[in-house]
């Protein structure tokens, strides 16, 4: 008894003579378990391909003839019992395909066999596992009849927030979010309501150290014409960065960088009133004096000097 069950797929129900040969399964064919999935058998031996349950050289050996450990191939077999095709997750999440591939790209739900070498065209996902990730979409959400802006669906969200959908779906799942809806008689992904005006205010960070143009030319107190000449020139090093607003690249320069320029150079105006004096007068005494410029017209339309230059009796 011991030897058939250690080389044949046997189940409990299965009789030797009258008598039972195991009392638990201890292997299997792709063939009985096809049968006790419920799979078919070709999807059935690719899945068990990709995850490595079955041997490399599968292929020339029938259903009957390619054999298992039963116990190791638990797991994978209860997900292949409840497997369901990428195409299938579409539906069955509510989430379409753009939403559904991007859930799954962001981690946000995981297949358990993904299309590989051994002919598994689409992603295989588990229902529990789909069922657990609507469960906590949901949780909290408050269900309605109606809704009209700023409450609106994640994909609408996103796009009205300048972020990802997946920032938003992880600001549910963390409970970032404090108040989320659904739309009455609606499941799944697509019947999920947030409030635009509050993902916005959670996705829309400061821009730090990097600061925008606007706020260089405000404190510098030129124009924006000399702001662009002081970064093609390379005078101002300058980056692009995204913008925690818009989710854009925008050019910025750094805080240190602009008080190190600060600290070296200064414009004619903002000279002559530290020194309190008229800015004609000022440039007058420094022409008299020798002292020119630190960068000529016209390839930076403004005067600037450095402040080493500038005489401590003026």
């Not at 549910?172 to 979010?177: A, K, R, S, T, V």
């Not at 960065?241 to 150079?265: G, H, W």
């Amino acid at each position: 008894m011991d030897m058939v069950g250690e080389s044949a797929p046997v189940s409990p129900e299965d009789r030797l003579y009258g008598r039972q040969i195991v009392e638990r399964r201890r292997l299997h064919s792709i063939r009985t378990a096809a049968l006790e999935t419920r799979l078919h058998p070709k999807r059935l031996r690719r899945i068990l391909a990709v995850s490595g349950t079955i041997r490399p050289d599968h292929g020339g050996l029938s259903d009957d003839r390619v054999l298992f450990s039963a116990p190791d191939a638990e797991e994978i077999l209860l997900k292949a019992k409840h497997a369901i095709s990428g195409r299938e997750a579409e539906t069955y999440l509510n989430a379409g395909r753009v939403h559904t591939k991007l859930l799954a790209s962001e981690g946000l739900i995981r297949p358990f066999a993904n299309p590989g070498s051994e002919g598994l065209r689409d992603a295989a996902y588990d229902t529990r596992e789909l069922d657990a990730f609507l469960a906590l979409l949901t949780a909290r959400a408050e269900i309605v009849t109606g809704h009209a802006k700023p409450i609106c669906r994640i994909p609408e969200a996103s796009k009205s927030s300048n972020c990802s959908a997946a920032e938003i779906v992880r600001a549910i799942l963390n409970g970032d979010l404090k108040w989320v809806g659904r739309i009455a008689g609606e499941t799944g992904y697509m019947s999920v309501l947030v409030d635009v005006g509050e993902v916005r205010k959670l996705v829309r960070g400061e821009h730090g150290n990097w600061l925008p143009l606007y706020v260089v030319q405000s404190s510098l107190k030129t124009t924006f014409a000399v702001v662009e000449s002081l970064i093609r020139s390379g005078i101002l090093p300058s980056e692009r960065a995204i913008s925690p607003m818009n989710r854009c690249p925008y050019t910025a320069v750094q805080s240190q960088d602009l008080a190190a320029f600060r600290e070296k150079y200064g414009s004619l105006n903002e000279l002559a009133a530290e020194k309190r004096m008229h800015f004609i007068r000022f440039k007058k005494e420094m022409t008299a004096r020798g002292i020119e410029p630190a960068m000529g017209k016209p390839t930076i339309p403004a005067t600037f000097y450095r402040r080493a230059d500038i005489p401590s009796d003026l």
